[in-house]
């Protein structure tokens, strides 16, 4: 079992950095970070959308509380992205 988890991270960091090496290598890197910009504030929008929403009206207090849930773990991950991609170019 202590071999599949230094495989798996190795592979994690080889995916990785295959992943930043190819995006540095991009005249569009410009285009990228603005468009995960845009797709963090699609997200964060659905997220307030999310919130505002009063449980029992058009939704249930669970259905309410997955959404919540889904629209933060995606703008954690975009933002996970752009930070350690976007900021370190611009």
Known sequence: MF???????????F???FFYNSFALTDDS???????IKVIEI????????LLRKAGEKYSSKELNN???YY???I?????VFKNL???KN
Request: glycine share 0%; charged share 35%.
């Open 67 to 69: 959404c919540k849930k």
């Open 15 to 17: 995916v990785y950095f």
């Open 3 to 13: 071999k599949n988890k230094k495989f798996f991270f190795k592979l994690h960091l």
């Open 76 to 80: 954690e991950r975009l933002s996970y």
């Open 86 to 88: 976007c900021n370190k």
């Open 43 to 50: 997200n964060t929008e659905a997220y307030k959308s999310c």
């Open 30 to 36: 410009k285009n990228i970070c603005k468009s995960l």
């Open 72 to 74: 933060l773990t995606e």
